[in-house]
């Protein structure tokens, strides 16, 4: 397995034989052009995470050719995107929503809204959800935290709790999102993750996450403390 990674997402793929990665800088956030390859067949992929759009008040377009465009969380915060949209592509491509999607918008009475902002732009929303692309099975989810990076959940969440700001900007069911809400999700996402892995042949898939799978996927800045707790989760079960 090769595992490859930008600021909070991951893209990983059982059984590789090659991977070649290309890293360019563009509006603030990085993109990886990512070609797989097994045996004489191959896909290649265009990334793009972490673009917070709302923050410089523009859009990132894709503009190399690919077999499959990602946009793998955190394009912009939810309430940006239910106003000024996302840019229209061609082609396969699907998204995956990450924290930010819902600063400003409800998680659960929202969501539906949300994948259609990226449906109308030509995205598939992976939300526990596979494409089939030719020979490979795309999977996507979220997949949140479980705290547990450090075997200590309940401290990890009251830390979190105080000084993340996923706490304060996410509604859940009216609600402000609480971080034992967030290990149910990450919970969820997880479980339906083992179980269509272990339906498939794991050399046939590509996982796309917005959080990280593995605590080796966080630069070494982060290994210790709350963005750490928040964005990996701590157990590989069978995503390793």
């Known amino acids: 397995m090769e595992l490859m990674f930008v600021p909070d997402i991951s893209l990983f793929s059982g059984g590789v034989n090659h991977c070649h990665t290309v890293v360019e800088y563009a509006i603030g956030i990085f993109t990886i052009n990512v070609t797989f390859s ?8 265009h990334l793009a995470s972490d673009l917070h759009s709302d923050s410089h008040g523009s859009h990132f377009q894709f503009t190399r050719e690919a077999d499959l465009r990602i946009l793998a969380g955190d394009v912009a915060n ?72 450090y075997g200590s959940p309940e401290r990890a969440r009251l830390e979190a709790r105080a000084a993340i700001s996923d706490f304060r900007h996410i509604r859940d069911g009216g609600l402000v999102l609480a971080p034992e809400r967030v290990t149910e999700l990450h919970e969820t996402d997880r479980d339906w993750l083992d179980q269509e892995l272990c339906a498939r042949d794991p050399s046939r898939c590509i996982v796309v996450t917005h959080f990280g799978p593995h605590p080796r996927s966080t630069h070494e800045r982060y290994v210790v403390g709350p963005v750490s707790y928040t964005h990996l989760r701590a157990h590989e079960t069978s995503l390793h």
């Open 38 to 45: 097994r045996r004489m067949d191959r896909v290649k992929i």
């Open 78 to 149: 939810g309430s940006w995107l239910m106003r000024e949209g996302v840019p229209a592509t061609s082609g396969p491509a699907i998204a995956v929503l990450g924290n930010h999607e819902f600063y400003g918008v409800d998680l659960q009475d929202d969501r539906d809204r949300l994948k259609s902002v990226f449906g109308s732009a030509g995205f598939t929303v992976l939300d526990r959800d596979v494409l089939e692309l030719g020979d490979w099975s795309i999977l996507g989810c979220t997949l949140w935290t479980d705290f547990n990076l």
